[in-house]
């Protein structure tokens, strides 16, 4: 069932429904956290579902375009709506495999390689066989058709030199995360834990990597 939900943000909006992925916390956070690499300049936000963290840098920021992509028409087509919604005609979402992201045709006649300021991403975090895996909340959820070194491989193609990757996932799998972008030539360098209590453990993890 769909829904229209506001964002307390500018009046901004967004559509969802309710038997596919909604938008949580992290994708909130994930916003909050890349508002001020921003500034004015050029983002692409990976894995981008229903467009919320577009939704959410246009209207915390003065981003010159904002561009998303994500692989599920039905997500495309919802966030696209939410886009119209809001006129916001700075946000563009792309329906396509991040995993060809080089096979992309150039947007606003420039090409996609070195052309960003800041590339965001909320990846799927879980690894392992499905048990529904054409099941819309597992594609969100489980890496079923890409893996992180697939998400990092994008945003460096994206980034321009000293560009910014901001991105949250779980700290079980830091680790490998923070290995993997140093091997695809993004260093890690801001890094915030998450914690749903005080005394309790991290539940994500926020970091900002430079090309």
Do not use: W
Not at 87 to 104: N, P, S, V
Request: charged share 30%; net charge neutral.
């Amino acid at each position: 069932m769909e829904r229209i939900d506001d964002l307390q943000c500018k009046g901004y909006r967004i559509i969802q429904d309710s038997e596919a992925f909604c938008y949580g916390t992290d994708a909130v956070l994930l916003a909050n956290f890349a508002k001020q690499g921003v500034k004015r300049g050029r983002v692409f936000d990976l894995c981008t579902g229903n467009g919320i963290v577009p939704l959410l840098l246009a209207a915390k920021t003065e981003a010159e375009s904002i561009y998303g992509i994500e692989i599920q028409r039905e997500a495309v087509e919802l966030a696209k709506r939410s886009v119209a919604l809001n006129e916001e005609e700075r946000i563009h979402i792309l329906e396509g495999d991040l995993c060809k992201i080089r096979e992309q045709s150039s947007v606003e006649g420039r090409n996609l390689a070195s052309s960003f300021t800041v590339v965001t991403a909320n990846p799927p975090y879980m690894q392992g066989d499905l048990q529904n895996p054409g099941e819309k909340k597992n594609i969100a959820r489980h890496e079923v058709s890409l893996s992180f070194t697939d998400v990092a491989e994008a945003a460096r193609y994206l980034l321009a030199p000293k560009g910014k990757f901001y991105l949250v996932h779980r700290p079980k799998r830091m680790a490998e995360i923070i290995s993997i972008l140093r091997e695809k030539g993004l260093e890690p360098k801001r890094l915030q834990m998450v914690h749903s209590f005080v005394e309790g453990e991290a539940k994500l993890f926020l970091l900002e990597a430079v090309r």
